[in-house]
């Protein structure tokens, strides 16, 4: 009975400390969350296609090795309006139309210059927030156009799932931590009017599967890094295959994150080296104080969100530059536990964790 019971409390501590070491890994990870990721009317990107840029390993802790990459083409612009169901997204010769629905992002629409196509069971895109381990799964049918003549019925299948959370290696032994990773598959058909789609002859419908790999890195609200791959298929073999890299610049986004890469992070007093945000913050009981100043006229916003990505309370300011502001922040009432207060200026975001009791 005595060695019975050794083995149990021995069984019983490695699962505690399984418990233990898993619960560590997963706080490590950041999520992609509405408040930090959902794009924001206004939001400018720029683009570089690079070569050098592989989808790699999946799975924790995984290790993306860029250091090779190289720039190709510069300057590419992509920015983000507003309309009234959600965004759209333009860049040179492509319209993308989502709609925001709760948690959920939907393309409803799309536009290059020789074709249109609406969805009138749109794609689902995005559901908030997205955990590694994370994946979802929707279905979509639209009509339209090619070249304003022959007329489109498009239907497929996308599926996305947070594959891999770790770091990007680049050139010149410089790291960028906490990334996780979002791997998209979408699978459609489409048939051209002069094929008859009632009797569903899908051998002569034009048959594609497109992956998409993002990398989200913490504090910045688009991926840093693209890779996409378009593959082509008639009567069951691939006729065409074409890949594409892009890294995103935010305003130098990514020279911020490579910076804040360094063995010393930035106390609650300091201004993150590279953002135009120099602050104070302070506690008082579960009452915030931050005073700050700003280098240049800008919109500053501050959200307050759980863990998980949750919004508790928005605000925005217009301030100017070189002036001492400051904003209180009283958390009485919220339930007890931690929280994350997010500043944003001009698209770039710094995180400061904090506690309710």
């Known amino acids: 009975m005595q060695h019975f019971t050794h083995h149990l409390k021995i069984r019983l501590l490695l699962q505690f400390l399984l418990t233990l070491f898993s619960t560590s890994s997963l706080f490590a990870q950041h999520s992609i969350t509405s408040v930090i990721n959902l794009p924001q009317a206004g939001d400018r990107l720029t683009l570089q296609e690079v070569t050098g840029i592989s989808p790699g390993p999946s799975g924790?802790?995984?290790?993306?090795?860029?250091?090779?990459?190289?720039?190709?083409?510069?300057?590419?612009?992509?920015?983000f309006v507003m309309d009234s169901l959600g965004y759209i997204r333009k860049e040179i010769g492509q319209?993308?139309?989502?709609?925001?629905?709760?948690?959920?992002?939907?393309?409803?629409?799309?536009?290059?210059?020789?074709?249109?196509?609406?969805?009138?069971?749109?794609?689902l895109f995005m559901r908030y927030p997205m955990h590694y381990g994370d994946s979802i799964r929707g279905y979509f049918r639209g009509d339209g156009a090619y070249c304003k003549r022959y007329h489109l019925h498009r239907e497929g299948d996308r599926v996305v799932k947070a594959d891999a959370w770790g770091c990007i290696l680049l050139p010149g032994?410089?790291?960028?931590?906490?990334?996780?990773?979002?791997?998209?598959?979408?699978?459609?058909?489409?048939?051209?009017?002069?094929?008859?789609?009632?009797?569903?002859?899908?051998?002569?419908?034009?048959?594609?599967?497109?992956?998409?790999?993002?990398?989200?890195?913490?504090?910045?609200?688009?991926?840093?890094?693209?890779?996409?791959?378009?593959?082509?298929?008639?009567?069951?073999?691939?006729?065409?295959?074409?890949?594409?890299?892009?890294?995103?610049?935010?305003?130098?986004?990514?020279?911020?994150?490579?910076?804040a890469d360094s063995e010393a992070s930035p106390s609650a007093e300091e201004?993150?080296?590279?953002?135009?945000?120099?602050?104070?913050?302070?506690?008082?009981?579960?009452?915030?104080?931050?005073?700050?100043?700003?280098?240049?006229?800008?919109?500053?916003?501050?959200?307050?969100?759980?863990?998980?990505?949750?919004?508790?309370?928005?605000?925005?300011h217009e301030c100017l530059g070189g002036i001492q502001n400051n904003i209180t922040f009283d958390?009485?009432?919220?339930?007890?536990?931690?929280?994350?207060?997010?500043?944003?200026?001009?698209?770039?975001?710094?995180?400061?964790?904090?506690?309710?009791?």
């Open 95 to 123: 319209y993308e139309y989502y709609s925001v629905s709760g948690d959920s992002v939907l393309l409803r629409a799309n536009r290059t210059s020789k074709e249109m196509m609406r969805y009138w069971q749109p794609m």
């Open 173 to 259: 032994d410089r790291k960028i931590k906490n990334v996780t990773r979002l791997h998209s598959t979408t699978t459609y058909e489409t048939l051209m009017s002069g094929m008859d789609a009632q009797r569903g002859d899908t051998a002569t419908a034009r048959h594609e599967v497109i992956e998409n790999y993002w990398w989200y890195a913490e504090g910045c609200r688009h991926p840093v890094f693209e890779y996409a791959k378009h593959t082509s298929y008639s009567a069951g073999q691939a006729v065409g295959r074409v890949s594409t890299a892009y890294c995103v610049s935010i305003n130098g986004t990514l020279d911020t994150l490579i910076q």
């Open 271 to 316: 201004n993150p080296e590279g953002l135009p945000i120099h602050y104070t913050l302070s506690q008082e009981g579960n009452v915030l104080h931050l005073l700050y100043t700003i280098d240049t006229t800008a919109n500053v916003t501050f959200r307050i969100a759980t863990p998980s990505g949750m919004l508790i309370r928005r605000e925005s």
């Open 60 to 79: 924790e802790n995984a290790t993306w090795d860029f250091s090779h990459y190289e720039v190709v083409r510069n300057d590419l612009p992509r920015h």
């Open 331 to 357: 958390c009485t009432g919220f339930r007890a536990g931690s929280y994350i207060l997010h500043i944003e200026v001009d698209g770039q975001l710094v995180s400061e964790k904090f506690n309710v009791k």
